[in-house]
């Protein structure tokens, strides 16, 4: 199976992300983003407001002011409230009533990206349409600005840490606590460096937190959900009951148990969602993307619970979730969604319902936490020279993609997609024989590398 996404100017998979400085990550375009979203989502004659959140990148402080200063122009009202998670952004989005809300992050990425991602007054990133609309008139000039008199005013939000954390709080069961457990969070110098390691105090374990010091450059630098080495060898040297590592703006979340082995979104899905049913909570089947693992199908498919499986990215997730009215979904990196408390994917939200499942099973995270066997799968990431087109359209590459899906067929899978984000081509192959399944990535990336 080949999945391509669609290629636009400026929006990705997950907004509009690049390098800091770096066309279209620049103080003038993202003015001309600010502008072209405040016209779009000018609706009515009241006044008009926007949230702003930003994670602890050096660049924010550049884009921050340039997005202001859009919205503003445009009429509207800026609460900011950085530095907070991605999903706090679109709580307040819903909570304090905005016609928009914005979150400044490149997630996973290296200090040296940065993104814009949008939410829609509901508190949901916004559709294909309705970003591919921004992306037009960003090109065009705005001429509908608003009157010196209608301008609008920007102020910090100074509580807003403080409400994310009574809202975050609120999505742990009721009745029990995590006094007793000994918990290492990795903040991934992001987003949450504050935030994360509160609640979980608040709800009565005992912390040590880690990578809780950012500086503006090191943020998901060997640390966070992309890098959990520091995060595993932390929890077996304190002893802890489990590790729990973010990225960078803490919209995901990949899980350590006591004896340092990390579990994928994958195993933490299928453990919340048996817990869902068990207890009668799970609306439909989970939601996953075409990245997650087989052995997860096959292991949902025998308890009666039923997959549904989308286009990678988490808001493709939330619109199937939101389609067929189902409460779980995610992806195999971390982005976990409760669609009972969140709009998007949140990293401590989701951590909190894994621990309250640890806390009322009783036994240790790694019989908890190993759900399913999962199949070989390999993942390997081919970087191509845009300037020369797309490899996918060249002959050479689809005959080796064909020749690897019929090696695999009735015994895996192939999948082969652009990044959303990055000149790269990801290339995955799943299947009970892991040999062959290396044979078939390393065939076509071969086929890949040949032609770029």
Known sequence: MVTVKMTRKYFGTDGVRGTANISPITPDLILRLALAAGRHFQRGTHRHKVVIGKDTRLSGYMLEPALTAGFTSMGMDVFLVSPLPTPAVAMLTKSLRCDLGVMISASHNPYQDNGIKLFGPDGYKLSDETESEIERMMDEPIADLAHPSKLGRAQRLEDARGRYIEFVKRTFPAGISLSGLKVVVDCAHGAAYKVAPEVLYELGAEVISIAVHPNGTNINDQCGATSPAALCEQV?????????????????????????????????????????????????????????????????????????????????????????????????????????????????????????????????????GRVFEPVPQLLQNVRFDAGKGLPLDHSDVKTAIRAGEETLQGQGRVLIRKSGTEPLIRVMAEGDDQAMVQQVVSEICGAIEAVS
């Open 236 to 368: 077996v040297a304190h002893g802890a009951d489990i590790g729990i590592a973010l990225d960078g703006d803490a919209d995901r979340l990949i899980i350590c148990d006591e004896t340092g082995h990390v579990l994928d979104g994958d195993q933490l899905m299928a453990l919340v969602a048996c817990s869902y049913a068990k207890r009668g909570n799970l609306k439909g089947p989970l939601v996953a993307t075409v990245m997650s693992n087989l052995g997860l199908e096959r292991y949902l498919d025998k308890k009666g619970i039923g997959l549904l499986r989308t286009a990678v990215g988490d808001r493709y997730v939330v619109e199937t979730m939101r389609a067929k009215n189902c409460n779980l979904g995610g992806e195999q990196s971390g982005h976990i969604i409760m669609g009972d408390h969140s709009t998007t994917g949140d990293g401590i939200v989701a951590a909190l319902q894994v621990l309250s499942v640890l806390v009322e099973d009783g036994r240790p995270m790694s019989e908890v």
